[in-house]
C-alpha cells in the first residue's frame, strides 16, 4: 500500500525567516493615552497573581475534559464555581445559550460598560487544539481580577465590567446566538485573547461562511439503462472542479474548501442524490458577499449542466465576518503586555496568508473591540493540531493565562479611567464604517 507525499514545509520555513527579519526591523506603535492611574497596575499584579493557582486549574481541567459546541456544561459549572467562590453572583443559560455565562461588576458612579469574553468548547477528536481553555482563564481571571480591584474602592470607578462566556465557536458561531439575545445590548466596547505561537497585537482574522448544496437527480441503472438518468454526483464532481478554477481568480486571502458529504450508495446505480459543504472565507466583509455570490453562480450553473436540481442552504450556522480591529484599544493592550515582558508584534509582521476565522468578528462590527493573541506555543506549531493542544496544557499555557488576564484586566481599567481614551476608540469605530445589521448582512 503505497503512502501519501509528505508536504514540504519550505513555505513555512520562508514564512518564519520573514518574520523574524520583521520583528527587528518593525517597531509595535505605541499608545498616546494615559489610561488607568499607574497604581493601579501594581493592584491588578498582585490581585491576578493571588488567583494564579485558580487560573492554572482552569487551564489544566478544561484541558483534560473538553466538551464541543453547546455540550460544555463541565466547563461551564467549573467556571461559575469559581466566579461563586469569589463572591460573584454568575447566571448560566444565558442570551439563548444553555452554557453561556453573564456576570458583571461595577463601580459606584454611572459610566460606560466594557465586556471581557471568555470561550471554552474544544474541538471533535483534538480536544482544546485551539487552546480555549486558556481563553476561559484569560476572561475568568481578569474579571476576577478587576472585581477585586473595584471592591477596594467602589467610588473612585465609574462604568461597569460585563463578563461572558460565549460557548461554540469552533464552527457554530456561538457569539451571534447570543448577541442576537441581547449579550453586547449596553456594552460599548469588548475584548478578549486568543492563544497561538507568537505574541501579535493584530492578525488578519477572516470572515467565514457555510454553505450546504444539495443536488437532486433522478436515479436509474448504472449499466442497463444509464441514459434514463440524471446523475447528481456529476453536478457536485463539476462544481468541486469549478471551485479549483476559481481559485486562480480568488483574492489572495480567500479561501474555498469543500467536501462531498454524500454521492450515492452503489456504483451501479446512477446517485439520485449528492451533498456538498464547503467553507468561504474572506478578509472583508464584501469581498465575503462577493465570493458568495460567485460560489452561488457555480452550484447552479453545475446543476444546469448535469440537469439536475439544486437547493443552496447558506449559514446553517450563523456566519462569521472578519475580525475589525481598534487600534486605539490594541495600543492600551501592547502596553500592558509589555509590562509583563511581552512584545507583541503589530500587524503585517506575521503573514496573513495564514488565518483562521472567529464569531468575535461578529462583535467587533457591533461595538469596537480587540482580539490579539498570545504566545503559548512555538511559532511553527499550528492551530487545531495536537501539537497546539500539547502546548495549552503547558506551563507556557499556565504563563499565558496569567499575563492575558492582567492584560485584560488592565487595558479594561484604561477603558473605564481614560475619556480621551474612549472617545478615541469610539471615533475610530465610527470611521471604520460604525455598526452593522450583522444578522441581515448577506441578505
Not at 119 to 126: F, G, I, K, N
Not at 222 to 247: E, H, K, T, V, W
Amino acid at each position: 500500500m503505497s503512502q501519501p507525499s509528505v508536504p514540504s514545509s519550505a513555505y513555512l520555513h520562508h514564512l518564519d525567516a520573514e518574520t523574524q527579519r520583521l520583528k527587528h526591523t518593525i517597531q509595535t506603535p505605541g499608545s498616546p493615552f494615559d489610561g488607568a492611574p499607574p497604581e493601579l497596575a501594581d493592584v491588578v499584579d498582585a490581585a491576578a497573581e493571588s488567583l494564579r493557582g485558580e487560573l492554572n486549574d482552569v487551564v489544566h481541567s478544561l484541558h483534560a475534559n473538553p466538551e464541543t459546541a453547546y455540550q460544555e456544561h463541565g466547563s461551564a459549572r467549573l467556571l461559575t464555581d469559581l466566579l461563586t467562590r469569589h463572591g460573584v453572583e454568575a447566571q448560566v443559560g444565558v442570551h439563548g445559550v444553555d452554557t453561556a455565562i453573564r456576570a458583571e461588576v461595577s463601580g459606584r458612579k454611572p459610566g460606560s460598560t466594557i465586556a471581557v469574553l471568555s470561550e471554552y468548547d474544544a474541538l471533535p477528536d483534538v480536544g482544546h487544539a485551539c487552546g480555549h481553555n486558556v481563553i476561559a482563564a484569560t476572561g475568568v481571571g481578569a474579571f476576577l481580577t478587576l472585581a477585586q480591584t473595584i471592591r477596594r474602592d467602589p467610588e473612585a470607578f465609574a462604568g461597569r465590567v460585563v463578563f461572558l462566556g460565549t460557548p461554540a465557536e469552533e464552527g457554530h458561531s456561538g457569539k451571534e446566538i447570543m448577541a442576537r439575545h441581547g449579550a453586547f445590548e449596553g456594552a460599548d466596547a469588548a475584548i478578549m485573547v486568543h492563544p497561538y505561537g507568537y505574541d501579535l497585537a493584530d492578525q488578519v482574522w477572516l470572515g467565514r461562511r457555510l454553505l450546504t448544496v444539495t443536488y437532486t437527480g433522478i436515479s436509474a441503472h448504472a449499466s442497463a439503462q444509464p441514459f434514463m438518468g440524471r446523475n447528481a454526483l456529476d453536478a457536485a464532481n463539476l462544481a468541486y472542479q469549478g471551485i479549483g478554477l476559481l481559485r486562480q481568480q480568488m483574492l489572495p486571502a480567500d479561501r474555498v474548501h469543500a467536501i462531498i458529504d454524500d454521492g450515492g450508495r452503489r456504483p451501479s446505480v446512477i446517485p439520485e442524490q449528492a451533498v456538498m459543504k464547503l467553507y468561504a472565507r474572506s478578509k472583508y466583509p464584501d469581498t465575503l458577499k462577493d465570493l458568495s455570490s460567485r460560489l452561488t453562480d457555480i452550484a447552479e450553473g453545475a446543476a444546469r449542466m448535469a440537469g439536475v436540481g439544486v437547493e443552496l442552504e447558506w449559514d446553517e450556522h450563523p456566519p462569521s465576518l472578519p475580525v475589525r480591529s481598534n487600534q486605539a484599544l490594541t495600543g492600551r493592550w501592547v502596553a500592558t503586555q509589555q509590562r509583563r515582558g511581552r512584545n507583541p508584534l503589530p500587524a503585517g509582521v506575521v503573514s496573513e496568508t495564514i488565518a483562521a476565522s472567529t464569531d468575535f468578528g461578529n462583535v467587533s462590527y457591533r461595538i469596537p473591540g480587540i482580539h490579539p493573541l498570545i504566545g503559548i506555543a512555538p511559532s511553527d506549531v499550528a492551530l487545531h493540531t495536537r501539537d497546539f493542544a500539547e502546548a495549552a496544557d503547558s506551563p507556557a499555557a499556565e504563563a499565558g493565562a496569567i499575563d492575558g488576564a492582567v492584560g485584560l484586566a488592565l487595558t479594561a481599567l484604561d477603558w473605564l479611567c481614560d475619556g480621551k481614551l474612549r472617545a478615541a476608540v469610539r471615533e475610530e469605530f465610527e470611521a471604520q464604517g460604525g455598526a452593522v445589521d450583522v444578522p441581515h448582512y448577506f441578505d
